[in-house]
């Protein structure tokens, strides 16, 4: 993983602000624009493959429809996942996660939203191609469902795993400590982290990495509080801030 002093750029669903969330184009746009890393979501069609998608259902981003778990592969990647966003993006497909990796270099960061766990079927899967990919150490594996990265994280104990969290019910470090497992990351939304939450989590040597961050004031809020990385749906405008930007 890229060792950088400044908080790492990390594209939401690629730059999902400016290309179709989740797509290879995406993905490469993110990239492009200077992003140390990528988020992605991932759910398990009906042939036990991983694709990379954000909702269960195909309706919203793609010309499909229905859920994913109930569709082969081969039915999904014949659907359009850029038309909806514009013109520009038509052909684009619902991208496996093998596609992703191979179109992110290594030593970037690929952060693994898992939605949905289907009875443990997802973590069998998604661990078997982990292991098989040779870059663990890319990998932080998140998801809301922490009793999911409590088991990926028993049966994996090399995996780096994050805990995804809505609201700031409770002090999160403290939350993280009993869960039983190392927790390499937590990722809050950002309206629910403060300055001395996120000193007290590097403290304790999490890393924090806030979701989803698109305006320039937050940025310089959270660069300020010391986070290890932004989540944003706009690399290029989070590199402009950092001053580290590409194109
Ligand atoms: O992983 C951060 C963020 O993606 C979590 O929320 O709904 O955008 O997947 P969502
Ligand atoms: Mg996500």
Known sequence: MNQVKRPLIIGHRGAAGEAPENTLASFELALKQGADGIELDVHLTQDGQIVVCHDPTLNRTTNGTGYIVQQSLESIQQLD???WFGDAFRG???PTLREVFEA???GKLINVEVKHAYE??????LLSFLRRSGRMQDVVVSSFDHKCIKRLKVSEPELQVGLLYAANLIDHSAYAELLGVEVYSLHPHYEGIGA???KLAVEKGLHVYPYTVNREEEYRRLIEAGVSGIITDFPARLADVIGSRHT
């Open 196 to 198: 001395s939450d996120i």
């Open 92 to 94: 684009e497909r619902v």
């Open 104 to 106: 992110v270099p290594e």
């Open 81 to 83: 996942a850029g038309a």
């Open 120 to 125: 443990g079927r997802m973590e069998h899967v």
